[in-house]
């Protein structure tokens, strides 16, 4: 899931999209109806003590007075103040409360975010959710006028401002806003796009989360929320999968006209902003917003679809294989190898696995990890109404990072929890760049999630026997499928709902048309697709919260697949240049980052080095026995 995407304090509420849940509870556990051990709550009490914290409302009137307090000393007076011969230190003053605001801002929208997800479906939360986005939207109307005034100064006088020590502190941040210069609108039309957002993407995104969660599937004579539906399609017994399949199928279907709704308003909603903005491709905000070239993304976009009959479509042809057939049905795609005894992992064996991969690494990479278990900040027990899914959520630099999780003991779920933990530790390293530049481009926030997934996996790996080693081979691959090859798919199949959806809606079975197609290329002729499976694009979040937001995840594998083979391969001094590389937050480009380990996402050998980490693991396995 999104970890941390760059924003400026007055677009955090229209933004605050990202998932984050539940009044704050000090050490609980919850007990595992699965003998999973106790699993942990967290404890948001270091943002607030719940919605009725009288701080929450102290803060929200101070974020007021505050923002007006900002637009009265420097609405309009930019283009004078630059002028001045103190211009530089005046400048600084002046993004330096803007930053405050910003943390404080950012600090009420994370705990309304994060109480939100733990329990998407109860009114109170629900209305305390949507009454601080509204709040937060009107105190940031005040600030909008700030980032659009400055990229109003001239280049060369801000330039000269930057000769001051304390404005040239914030050079990334300020350079990094004026590549927004070119699609900034007259500020009042920004002011109408700023409140206007509370009525059309950011209550349909509202809207999709509520529905989501209330969704029940029948299996077996029982009422299941969507996350143990969507487990059951890992089952090892294959009536159990066929019967989830089912079941996400049945009810899909019953509410795809909704879901249809919800795509049609919020890709309109998208092309309106797009259009007065003067964006061309349907994707060019989000790269933009991800800080990497159109053309970077389509080298990537367009390995992987060329690696498809390499990687996926040659994985599954061998897959179906080992369980005796030609073809597989969609809902066997993530089966377990057939014969290997499923396990469940403990909570406590999850947390020492990922611990212990991490610290043979980096000793300070796990001790940051660790913070996260000790003190509190990961959420994990399955729940009714809660968020779906998995998400490291960074708040503020003041605070720090919260973990979402919902396990349930597969394997799987030890990889989400290294996954995610990659985040935290990545976000808690940037934070002290502040509010402003803590935040990275979500091309790089996937490298230190994927990164920890592989020091996990690997670590694992080295003490496991030949059947061990074949169930945990075909796991990564799959992993890896569904993190590049899937990945892209979702970016095509967005790329072609927001072409058509400039000609007019789109009808269910056109989206479902879509989707059909996009995934049978993928996939391949070894999986076959079966009735049902149409509707399955319908409970893709990101497509709802985030556009174009997938293509990142298969940038971060890509990315770490080359970077680990430098890290096999590299001398003393890989780690700490590792975490210098997470610790400079958005402060440098891709290319700056990459460059200390000798690679460049400009180069299409890259994406294909990363691609060829997959084919020599599917290649492994081909040479490996069936397993009996």
């Not at 380990?597 to 990363?610: S, V």
Request: glycine share 6%.
């Amino acid at each position: 899931m999104p970890a941390q995407t760059k924003k400026t304090a007055a677009r955090a509420a229209a933004k605050s999209t990202v998932k984050p849940a539940a009044k704050s509870q000090s050490k609980r556990r919850t007990a595992s109806p699965a003998g999973l051990g106790p699993l942990p709550e967290w404890d948001l009490a270091d943002l607030y003590d719940g919605i009725e914290d009288p701080k929450v409302k102290r803060d929200l009137d101070r974020a007021d007075s505050y923002s007006v307090a900002f637009e009265e000393d420097f609405k309009g007076k930019l283009a004078a103040l630059v002028e001045r011969p103190d211009a530089g230190a005046k400048l600084a003053e002046a993004v330096t409360r803007y930053e405050q605001l910003d943390d404080l801002i950012g600090r009420i929208m994370s705990f309304a975010g994060l109480i939100h997800a733990g329990d998407t479906v109860d009114p109170a939360r629900a209305k305390f959710y949507g009454d601080a986005q509204d709040r937060i939207t009107g105190i940031s109307t005040h600030l909008l006028f700030f980032v659009l005034e400055l990229n109003r100064i001239d280049d060369t006088k801000l330039e000269v401002a930057m000769l001051d020590p304390k404005l040239d502190y914030y050079r990334p941040w300020l350079e990094d806003i004026r590549k927004d210069k070119p699609y900034q609108l007259e500020d009042r039309v920004e002011q109408l796009f700023h409140e206007k957002s509370m009525t059309t993407y950011s209550a349909w995104n509202r809207l999709f989360d509520q529905t989501i969660s209330q969704l029940r599937f029948r299996v077996g004579g029982k009422l299941l929320a969507i996350e143990p539906t969507l487990t059951l399609m890992q089952d090892p017994d294959q009536k159990k999968r066929k019967a989830a399949a089912g079941a996400l199928a049945k009810t899909f279907k019953e509410n795809v006209r909704l879901f249809a709704l919800i795509t049609n308003t919020l890709a309109k909603d998208k092309e309106i902003s797009d259009r007065w903005r003067g964006f061309t491709g349907v994707a060019d905000s989000r790269h933009l917003a991800n800080r990497v070239e159109p053309e970077v993304v389509e080298a990537l976009v367009s390995a992987v679809h060329a690696a498809y009959p390499r990687l996926s479509h040659r994985y599954y042809a061998l897959k179906a294989k080992w369980f005796g057939k030609k073809r597989l049905a969609h809902w066997d795609r993530n089966a377990p190898l057939p014969q290997v005894v499923a396990r469940k992992i403990g909570w406590n064996d999850a947390r020492e696995t990922v611990l212990s991969a991490y610290g043979a690494f980096s000793s300070e990479m796990a001790e940051i990890a660790e913070r996260f278990f000790k003190n509190n900040w990961i959420d994990a027990p399955v729940r009714p109404g809660k968020s779906p899914g998995a998400f490291a959520h960074p708040t503020v630099p003041s605070a720090h990072p919260y973990v979402l999780l919902n396990y349930q003991g597969k394997p799987r779920d030890v990889m989400t929890l290294a996954h995610e933990l990659g985040h935290g530790v990545h976000q808690v390293l940037a934070a002290p760049n502040g509010p402003l530049m803590a935040p990275t481009p979500l091309t790089l926030a996937e490298t230190a999630s994927v990164f920890g997934e592989m020091l996990t996996f690997k670590k694992l790996l080295a003490g496991a026997d030949k059947k061990q080693r074949k169930a945990m081979l075909a796991s990564k691959v799959e992993d890896m499928i569904n993190t590049v090859v899937r990945q892209i798919a979702f970016y095509t199949f967005e790329r072609m709902v927001h072409t058509e959806r400039r000609d007019g809606e789109l009808t269910a079975d056109r989206l479902n048309a879509i989707w059909l197609e996009v995934q049978r290329e993928s996939l391949g002729p070894a999986i076959e697709i079966k009735p049902g499976y149409e509707t399955f694009w319908a409970y893709i979040p990101h497509f709802v919260h985030s556009p174009f937001y997938v293509y990142a995840y298969a940038f971060g594998d890509c990315l770490v697949n080359s970077l680990y083979a430098v890290y096999e391969h590299a001398s003393e001094g890989f780690a700490e240049r590792y975490l210098e590389m997470l610790a400079a937050g958005g402060t440098k480009h891709h290319s700056q980052l990459l460059a200390p380990f000798g690679l460049d996402a400009r180069d299409p050998a890259f994406w294909q080095g990363g691609l060829g980490v997959i084919e020599r693991m599917i290649t492994e396995l081909e040479g490996l026995d069936v397993v009996k």
